[in-house]
T-cell receptor, first 112, second 115 residues
Framework: AQKVTQAQTEISVVEKEDVTLDCVYE???????LFWYKQPPSGELVFLIR??????QNEISGRYSWNFQKSTSSFNFTITASQVVDSAVYFC?????????FGKGTMLLVSP | EAGVAQSPRYKIIEKRQSVAFWCNPI?????LYWYQQILGQGPKLLIQ????????DSQLPKDRFSAERLKGVDSTLKIQPAKLEDSAVYLC?????????????FGPGTRLTVT
């Protein structure tokens, strides 16, 4: 069985602070994919990134960056210089040979 | 390109009543998913279609839930009879491929309240 743990239930920061959202996963599959999705108050899940298990290269997209470490089974997400519009629930998800499994999500509140 | 469409956006029913949700995926996407998201949790897959065939319905409570995708495009999810614990957001998603590595694109969801 596969499992995704997002230990941080809620994080509050002030605008312009950097924030890291943690994601730890468990799987026995040798090939798997990791995802991050954003769910703003409107409710629609928005795809942010996908990584496959063979690609541990970190990725940066604007203010967003992702750190994938197989040794610790982690796929952490950092937002640099956070903005109010970043306020949302962020989900980490995993798919191996079976369907997509989501973590419980981390609610990020960015105040002005 | 239009996104995944869902209707209705909100529905309130009494327990033991029936309800149906509709989903129209992104044009050309062969794979369609229905998820249930209970407040404070991540989405849980109910059923996955590849064209009009079912790929995975292992977590669908088949005694009360049913889904169909007759022409391989639109899909309907039905609950009959509804229970209080069915109160949740029902999300539809689609992807261009059926493999587990494809990113899924989600609709706005239908928020169901069962009283």
């Amino acid at each position: 069985a596969q499992k995704v743990t997002q230990a941080q239930t809620e994080i509050s920061v002030v605008e312009k602070e950097d924030v890291t959202l943690d994601c730890v996963y468990e799987t026995r599959d040798t090939t798997y994919y990791l995802f991050w999705y954003k769910q703003p108050p409107s409710g629609e899940l928005v795809f942010l990134i996908r990584r496959n298990s063979f690609d541990e290269q970190n990725e940066i997209s604007g203010r967003y960056s992702w750190n994938f470490q197989k040794s610790t089974s982690s796929f952490n997400f950092t937002i640099t210089a956070s903005q109010v519009v970043d306020s949302a629930v962020y989900f980490c998800a995993l798919s191996g040979y079976s369907t997509l499994t989501f973590g419980k999500g981390t609610m990020l509140l960015v105040s002005p | 390109e239009a996104g995944v469409a869902q209707s209705p956006r909100y529905k309130i029913i009494e327990k033991r009543q029936s309800v149906a949700f509709w989903c129209n995926p992104i044009s050309g996407h062969a794979t369609l998913y229905w998820y249930q998201q209970i407040l404070g949790q991540g989405p849980k897959l109910l059923i996955q279609f590849q064209n009009n065939g079912v790929v995975d319905d292992s977590q669908l409570p088949k005694d009360r839930f049913s889904a169909e995708r007759l022409k391989g495009v639109d899909s309907t999810l039905k609950i009959q009879p509804a229970k209080l614990e069915d109160s949740a957001v029902y999300l539809c998603a689609s992807s261009s491929g059926g493999g587990t590595g494809y990113e899924q694109y989600f609709g706005p969801g239908t928020r169901l309240t069962v009283t």
